[in-house]
């Protein structure tokens, strides 16, 4: 079963604080994906990558930093987190190359900024 | 530009009804897929169906129907006979074959009463 992992479920952090949200795939995915979602804001892209080390910015980039160091590993980066943080965070993965295919969605992230 | 319009932001219908849910994309691109997804309140988000720009046939699922329109750039999806277990938040998503990105529409939630 294809599977894409997201490291924490729930997590509370401190205004400042550095936050990593780590998500990990199991399909040899070119393409990574990290979406915030909020109330009548659906899913807005944060970061997109489709190889490794490579990156491009999405829509609302600012605050965040990724990494992407092995194929089938992409961390998102709060670096100072910030309450306006506050969402929950999707990552997903696809094939790359303009394929034809879905992209694969992990669990969510709620993370609260206290 | 890549855009997708979800007008409804909730829609409430008791068990049994059918009940459309309306999607409206924007692209400039000749080749392009459209999907679905599903978030149930677990909030991982379930994909429902793929359909690229060149495959207008309207699909049926059980009591899921999709009905692709490139004359109004609409992909429309329809539940008949709703059931509780149909309450979720739907997504509407565009991706350009030039592209890897997705893009999402705000959603629609679907509360179904019994």
């Known amino acids: 079963d294809v599977k894409v992992t997201q490291s924490s479920r729930y997590l509370v952090k401190r205004t400042g604080e550095k936050v990593f949200l780590e998500c990990v795939q199991d399909?040899?995915?070119?393409?990574m994906f990290w979406y915030r979602q909020d109330p009548g804001l659906g899913l807005r892209l944060i970061y997109f990558?489709?190889?490794?080390?490579?990156?491009e910015k999405g829509d609302i980039p600012e605050g965040y930093s990724v990494s992407r160091e092995k194929k089938e590993r992409f961390s998102l980066i709060l670096e100072s987190a910030s309450t306006n943080q506050t969402s929950m965070y999707l990552c997903?993965?696809?094939?790359?190359?303009?394929?034809?295919?879905?992209?694969?969605f992990g669990q969510g992230t709620r993370l609260t900024v206290v | 530009a890549q855009k997708v319009t979800q007008a409804q932001t909730e829609i409430s219908v008791v068990e049994k009804e059918d009940v459309t849910l309306d999607c409206v994309y924007e692209?400039?691109?000749?080749?392009?897929?459209l999907f679905w997804y599903k978030q149930p309140p677990s909030g991982e988000l379930v994909f429902l169906i793929r359909?690229?720009?060149?495959?207008?046939q309207n699909e049926i699922s059980g009591r899921y129907s999709w009905n692709f329109q490139k004359s109004t750039s609409s992909f429309n999806f329809t539940i008949t006979a709703s059931q509780v277990v149909d309450s979720a938040v739907y997504f509407c998503?565009?991706?350009?074959?030039?592209?890897?990105?997705?893009?999402f529409g705000s959603g629609t939630k679907l509360n179904v009463k019994p």
């Open positions: 997903a993965s696809s094939l790359g190359g303009g394929a034809d295919t879905e992209a694969f």
């Open positions: 990558s489709y190889d490794v080390k490579m990156k």
């Open positions: 692209t400039r691109d000749t080749t392009y897929y």
């Open positions: 359909r690229n720009s060149f495959d207008e």
């Open positions: 998503a565009l991706r350009s074959s030039n592209f890897n990105k997705f893009y």
């Open positions: 399909m040899d995915h070119e393409n």
